[in-house]
């Protein structure tokens, strides 16, 4: 199973999104939220609390 490029979530097969960058680098994303802080927003996902790649007081 696939896991979600910016919240590290587990991907239930049949759900979630697939994101593939002009460069042929595909990213996988369980919701539109993490799709849409990623790419259109490009926030880092070590800066947000509600992943699991937060480091606490990581701003650089």
Known sequence: ?????????TIR???GM???KKDG???H?????CEKNRVKLGR??????WTKKYIKGGES
């Open 1 to 9: 199973m696939a896991k979600c490029n910016f919240c590290e979530k």
């Open 13 to 15: 097969p049949g759900t």
């Open 18 to 20: 697939m994101y593939v």
């Open 25 to 27: 680098k595909v990213m």
């Open 29 to 33: 994303f369980c919701s539109m939220k």
């Open 44 to 49: 880092r996902a070590k800066n947000l609390k």
